[in-house]
């Protein structure tokens, strides 16, 4: 609040000439009582205005009535968060070999903003098409025998979006309640032009390798994905270590050998040297054995791939 000067008597005498007759005034002397209304009542105003001020707005000098408030000023009502429908007792479990269907293309597949938070299922929960929309699949909590930890990449409306997994570039949303968000510190980034595997942690790198990537027939998926865990390999080439599974599923099926068809995109060791540097596997990432033993040793599911061309 304004401090608003003390208006007082005035204790100054000034010394005049006594008027000529009792109650009567000079034309001079009511020409100085009018003049000293009048600087009364202005000063009165002017107290007044000054007692506004301080009630008012301090800023502009001007009173804002509660009811003139502009609206940008009145704090908007909360949402209310979209309720979930039912999901049909014969909804579609998603596995390892048969992903969702229905489910929206994930709107920030070449986007650079690593999630940092994942969802882990405790039971199955339903994947709708849209916060409050139509359930498409059940995300179970585990896929394969591989715990099922799904990283959250938007909010909306008190739901959540994450990938699904066993597809490329889809997500679903759910509820953002009855469960609790699990923390991300790593993620992984394939520049297929590159041909290089670069794996971060909060932000900042922690090693690079030059690897081999799909060929044009048989491409590395695009987009964002996340390492679902690790399966054992079976041959040599692999150099005995266990390849880390990721979600995405090969994209040309039908240029794969019928036992592939069903597998998904992974990160393994490859003990053939002269792949490295090249777009010539199945779709995988061939990685040196030392680079695939550091993975294998840091990185947990969950962990957000971000694959670039």
């Not at 009811?67 to 908007?76: F, N």
């Not at 909360?78 to 979930?84: G, K, Q, T």
């Not at 390849?243 to 003990?271: D, Q």
């Not at 995988?284 to 680079?291: N, Y």
Request: glycine content about 8%; charged content about 20%; hydrophobic content about 40%.
């Amino acid at each position: 609040m304004r401090n608003v000067p003390h208006i007082g008597r005035n204790s100054s005498r000034y010394p005049g000439r006594m008027p000529s007759a009792p109650h009567t005034v000079q034309p001079r002397s009511r020409t100085r009582a009018y003049l000293l209304i009048l600087t009364v009542v202005a000063l009165l105003l002017a107290l007044g205005a000054a007692v506004a001020v301080a009630r008012g707005n301090e800023t502009t000098g001007t009173w804002v009535s509660p009811s003139a408030a502009p609206a940008s000023a009145l704090p908007e009502p909360e949402e209310e968060p979209l309720e979930a429908s039912e999901p049909p007792k014969d909804l579609h479990v998603i596995t390892y070999a048969e992903g969702p269907e229905g489910l929206p293309e994930d709107p920030g597949a070449t986007s650079l903003d690593v999630p940092t938070e994942a969802l882990r299922p405790t039971k199955k929960m339903a994947l709708y098409d849209e916060p409050g929309g139509k359930p498409r699949a059940y995300l179970p909590p585990k896929i394969s025998g591989l715990p099922t930890v799904a990283p959250i990449v938007a909010r909306d409306n008190g739901w959540v979006a994450v990938l699904a997994p066993s597809s490329n570039r889809r997500i679903g949303w759910v509820p953002e309640d009855g469960w609790t968000p699990e923390p991300l510190g790593d993620h992984i980034v394939v520049d297929l032009s590159e041909h290089r595997l670069t794996w971060l942690r909060e932000g900042e790198e922690e090693q690079s390798w030059e690897v081999s990537v799909g060929s044009k027939a048989t491409p590395t998926p695009l987009g964002r994905t996340f390492v679902m865990g690790t399966t054992t390999t079976n041959g040599a080439v692999y150099e005995g270590l266990d390849a880390l599974v990721l979600g995405t599923v090969p994209e040309k099926k039908e240029n794969l050998a019928a036992s592939l068809r069903g597998a998904h995109t992974a990160i393994h060791a490859w003990s053939r040297t002269s792949a490295f540097g090249r777009s010539v596997s199945n779709g995988c990432v061939r990685m040196p054995a030392a680079a695939q033993r550091a993975l294998l040793g840091k990185v947990d599911p969950g962990t957000p791939v971000l694959v670039v061309a």
